[in-house]
């Protein structure tokens, strides 16, 4: 069991949780970097008697860069606890959170980002592989349609769970 090291340190609302993720969301540079992506991972969760996050699983499509991302965050969640007034008689309950995420740092040219100079310069073998990148770009279709269809195998036909309000992570251009 993580330790909780302050009673100042514990995450006392949902907001807490948004920015956990807004400040600490630090995903593999270098996969960062190679991989043009823009969908929303929705992160399944309990939140045990302890104050932890536990059961932790995301839907299948995730990126496993995105995955390891989020992975440090609950982590750090997991050290402060989380003691929610709203959620106290709710133990047991099975969250959702909606994490939108868009890392743009591995498309390459995309049309309207940058003057057309830089597109020309580039050899053909480069935009070809920015344009397979950049037709899996956008995931937001497949998240939905995932919406139940999670990691750990459980096929599901409905959630009976609390449905978070969506975070909305600050864009990733490196």
């Not at 807004?22 to 929303?40: F, H, L, M, Q, V």
């Not at 770009?137 to 990691?151: A, K, P």
Request: positive net charge; charged residues 20%; hydrophobic residues 35%.
């Amino acid at each position: 069991m993580a330790q909780i090291h302050s009673k100042d340190n514990v995450i006392r609302g949902f907001d807490g949780i948004k920015y956990a993720f807004i400040n600490n969301y630090k995903p593999d540079i270098d996969s960062a970097k190679s991989t043009c992506w823009k969908g929303c991972v929705f992160i399944r969760f309990n939140i045990n008697n302890q104050h932890q996050l536990t059961n932790v699983t995301y839907t299948t499509t995730t990126p496993i860069f995105i995955k390891d991302g989020i992975a440090k965050v609950i982590t750090i969640i997991n050290q402060q606890g989380v003691n929610i007034d709203q959620v106290k008689n709710l133990r047991g309950r099975t969250y959702i959170l909606p994490l939108m995420i868009t890392n743009n740092a591995g498309c390459g040219f995309m049309t309207g980002w940058e003057n057309n100079d830089y597109q020309s310069k580039l050899d053909e073998k480069t935009k070809l592989m920015y344009e397979k990148r950049q037709e899996r770009y956008d995931q937001l279709g497949n998240s939905i349609q995932n919406l139940i269809n999670f990691g750990d195998n459980e096929k599901l036909n409905f959630i009976d769970c609390i449905l978070l309000k969506s975070i909305v992570m600050p864009l990733a251009m490196n």
